[in-house]
């Protein structure tokens, strides 16, 4: 059964296009075939590894929703580390925005 994590707080096994998904713990969403996808605000997201882990093994990195390939990924969360401590407190969708 998929799993989908909402913005309300809810789960559901179904998809429901008018809630947002949303999870900042784990993937936002759970396929059965062991596929997963993490999202904040109903946008592609994770900054700690790939925001969607195939079933099949590929790999998919998103910022904001916004696509990078691996090695720029790691370039960019390089950046990152390099920043001010206090700047990496920000939500992270604000301070790639300005990268």
Known sequence: MNKYYYKDGTTSSKYDS???????????????????HWATDDKRHRIDGPA?????????WYVDDQHYTEKEFKRLMK??????????????????RKL
């Open 18 to 36: 008018s809630k947002e998904v949303h999870r900042v713990d784990g993937p936002a969403i759970e396929n059965t075939n062991g596929t997963k």
């Open 52 to 60: 969607i882990e195939w079933a099949d093994g590929s790999k998919y």
């Open 79 to 96: 950046e990152v580390k390099q920043l001010p401590k206090v700047l990496r407190l920000i939500d992270p969708r604000e301070w790639v």
